[in-house]
């Protein structure tokens, strides 16, 4: 029989590294894969689904503090749950849970999914006037090795330091979107990325898109850079709309359009049909 006085070293040494490990280190340096696309130089692309927590579950993270952080999120994806500015801090642990594990993914791909059974049903006239609208933060590039080092959401957004991010031009693919725009491609789609970056942030942006796989877009329409913040007068659903009615007036015919925000694709002209991918990691009104 194993005595208490056997099992204390052995007690006493678990607890030191349960106390040493955090339940939220995790390895942002990507692993990669190599991809190739349309006959031209492979492309080096982080795997996305790599940045994972090494301990805990999301199930026990679910409702804190009298906040029921599943329920919250679902408010926030039907857009019940509006003007909010950062994740509840009591939610952290269970954002970054949903956003670092498999959950996400799925659901994720199920709205790719759909798009791409859609896509698959036009009928184009032939005259190469149909297109796709593409936003591209958290629609075709991923901004999570950022916010897993800024608290999932639950800090406020702090704009200078989220450009130097994107100044480094190394956010990740989400494989199913890239996935949708090379089906579009084949069928005859053209691909238009709007987005609210700013023109001053074009080249790494396009830098960027080419890493990751995306080439042989129509389009890409960025906010003019006119503060330092790239804020502009107006909301993103007044910017966003305007930019797709001067793509409609110039003879364009929008069939989808997808992005994670609803500012994505809410407002006239919205496209034959829109897309709305899964983000409880900020709010764009």
Not at 14 to 22: H, M, N, Q, Y
Not at 32 to 37: F, G, I, K, S, V
Not at 61 to 74: H, Q
Not at 136 to 149: F, G, Q, R, V
Request: aromatic share 10%; with cysteine; net charge negative.
């Amino acid at each position: 029989m194993v005595t208490a006085a056997r099992l204390l070293p052995l007690i006493l040494f678990l607890t030191a590294v349960a106390v040493g490990c955090s339940a939220w280190e995790m390895n942002i340096r990507l692993p990669t894969e190599r991809l190739a696309y349309g006959g031209g130089e492979a492309v080096v692309a982080p795997i996305i689904h790599a940045l994972r927590p090494l301990l805990g579950s999301g199930r026990q993270l679910a409702a804190r503090a009298g906040v029921a952080c599943d329920s919250w999120r679902l408010g926030v994806e039907a857009h019940n749950v509006i003007d909010w500015r950062t994740v509840p801090a009591e939610c952290e642990g269970y954002i970054g849970h949903y956003m670092l594990g498999e959950h996400y993914r799925r659901d994720f791909a199920v709205v790719v999914d759909e798009a791409v059974a859609y896509a698959e049903t036009l009928k184009l006239a032939g005259n190469g006037k149909e297109i796709w609208v593409f936003d591209i933060d958290e629609t075709s590039l991923s901004n999570l090795p950022y916010y897993a080092k800024h608290g999932f959401g639950a800090t406020p957004y702090n704009a200078t330091s989220f450009r130097e991010y994107v100044a480094e031009g190394s956010a990740p693919a989400l494989p199913e979107t890239r996935r949708l725009y090379h089906r579009l491609l084949e069928l005859g789609v053209k691909p238009v990325f709007l987005t609210g970056r700013t023109e001053d942030q074009r080249t790494i942006t396009v830098t960027n898109l080419h890493r990751q796989g995306f080439s042989g877009w129509e389009k890409l329409l960025l906010k003019p850079a006119v503060h330092a913040t790239g804020e502009l007068q107006g909301s993103a659903v007044e910017y966003k709309s305007g930019e797709r009615q001067k793509l409609q007036d110039a003879g364009f015919i929008i069939v989808g359009n997808i992005g994670d925000q609803w500012s994505d694709i809410l407002g006239a002209p919205e496209g034959a049909r829109t897309f709305k991918l899964p983000d409880p990691l900020y709010y764009i009104g």
